[in-house]
C-alpha cells in the first residue's frame, strides 16, 4: 500500500490518459464517433486522445466555454475553435456537439464535462444558457439515438446531496445564478483512470491543501506488488503538471 497526494491538474492529466484506454473510447476510434465537448478537463482528454491517434496541432488552451475562477478574477478571452469532433479515427475540424449530436447513434460516445457528483457516482452540470447549452445538446443525443455519455471529471467535484435534490434547491424559482442539471452519463474520476491503467484500487482518504494544493486529495493505492508499483510511477509521471490554464 502508499499514500500519494493528486492536485486537480495532475487529476487532469490521470483522467486524460485513462480515457484514451477507455474500452469505450477505444472502439469508438476504430468505428463510429467521438465528441468531445470543450472544457477544461476535457482539454486534457482531447489532448491525450488527438495524440494517441497521432493528430497535431490541438492547444488545450481556450478549448472551454464556461469557466470556474476565484473570485474577483477574470479569465483571459479565447476563441472556441469548436468541440473535437473524431469520425472513424479522423479529425473532423470546426464542428460542434450542436451540428453533430442528432447525427450520431448507437455505439458513438460523447464526452461532457461535470461540475459535481454525488455519492452515487450521478454527475450534473450547471448552465449559464437560458436554453440547456451543450448539456441538453448532449442529453438529447442520449435520449433521442442512444447515444454513449461519459463525464470525465475530478475527484474535487464531489458533493454530499443528491444532484436531483440540488437541483430542486438550485433551480428555485426565486433563485441566481447558473441553472443545474444532473446528467444521464457515467462518470470517469482519477480513481477510475489508476484502476483502468494499472490494476491497483485508490481510496481517497483526504484532501486539500495550500501552495497549489487547493482542491488535491490523498488516495491510498493498494494492490499486488507490480499493481502498486505501476500505479506509483504513473502518478510520478504527471507529478510535475502544472496548475491549469484554461
Not at 469505450?24 to 486534457?44: F, H, M
Amino acid at each position: 500500500m502508499i499514500q500519494v497526494t493528486v492536485t486537480p491538474a495532475m487529476g487532469k492529466r490521470l483522467i486524460g490518459k485513462g480515457m484514451v484506454a477507455h474500452p469505450s473510447i477505444q472502439r469508438v476510434l476504430a468505428k463510429g464517433t467521438l465528441t468531445i465537448i470543450g472544457g477544461s478537463t476535457n482539454g486534457y482528454v482531447a489532448e491525450e486522445i488527438l495524440a494517441s491517434i497521432g493528430y497535431e496541432g490541438f492547444n488545450r488552451i481556450g478549448f472551454r466555454r464556461g469557466l470556474t475562477v476565484a473570485p474577483g478574477t477574470k479569465a483571459p478571452e479565447m476563441d472556441f475553435p469548436g468541440d473535437i469532433v473524431i469520425q472513424d479515427g479522423k479529425v473532423v475540424l470546426s464542428s460542434s456537439i450542436f451540428e453533430i449530436g442528432p447525427k450520431m447513434g448507437p455505439g458513438d460516445v460523447v464526452l461532457k464535462g461535470g461540475n459535481a457528483f454525488d455519492v452515487r457516482r450521478q454527475p450534473a452540470v450547471q448552465i449559464g444558457s437560458n436554453v440547456g447549452g451543450t448539456a441538453l445538446a448532449a442529453v438529447s443525443a442520449v435520449i433521442g439515438t442512444r447515444v454513449e455519455l461519459i463525464v470525465p471529471i475530478g475527484m474535487e467535484k464531489r458533493v454530499f446531496g443528491d444532484v436531483y435534490e440540488l437541483a430542486l434547491l438550485t433551480n428555485a424559482q426565486d433563485g441566481k445564478g447558473p441553472g443545474y442539471f444532473p446528467l444521464p452519463g457515467t462518470i470517469f474520476t482519477e480513481i477510475d483512470a489508476i484502476r483502468l491503467l494499472t490494476g491497483a484500487e485508490a481510496t481517497m482518504i483526504s484532501a486539500g491543501g495550500v501552495y497549489g494544493a487547493e482542491g488535491a486529495i490523498w488516495l491510498v493505492i493498494n494492490g499486488t506488488k507490480e499493481q502498486v508499483k505501476n500505479a506509483a510511477a504513473l502518478v510520478k509521471s504527471v507529478a510535475e503538471e502544472p496548475l491549469c490554464e484554461a
